[in-house]
């Protein structure tokens, strides 16, 4: 809500009621061929940048910062993914 605040242009600003709602939307299932095999390099890609900043997330040398994406987005994929960081250090 608050960056849409931000990032509104025009003088007036709306609420999808939607928006408010305390449920999440339904999300497909995604399971197909394509979605296993880009998790998989994701996997690769994170578990290599984890093990070359020795299990660093955040930072200048962490796994964030080689990856090129904000350390949080890189925790979500760590737990996303079932990593488990202890192992690779």
């Avoid at 509104?8 to 408010?20: K, Q, S």
């Avoid at 999300?27 to 890609?45: A, D, F, I, M």
């Avoid at 200048?60 to 987005?73: D, E, F, R, V, Y």
Wanted: charged fraction near 20%; aromatic fraction near 4%.
């Amino acid at each position: 809500m608050e960056r849409s605040v931000i990032l509104c242009t025009g003088d007036t600003f709306w609420v999808d009621e939607a928006w408010l709602s305390g449920q999440d939307a339904p999300r497909p299932e995604s399971s197909g061929p394509l979605t296993r095999n880009v998790q998989k390099y994701q996997k690769g890609l994170i578990e290599a940048a984890l093990a070359e900043s020795k299990g660093k997330v955040a930072g200048p040398n962490g796994a964030a910062a080689k990856l090129g994406i904000p350390p949080s987005t890189l925790h979500l994929k760590i737990k996303q993914l079932n990593i488990t960081k202890s192992a690779i250090r």
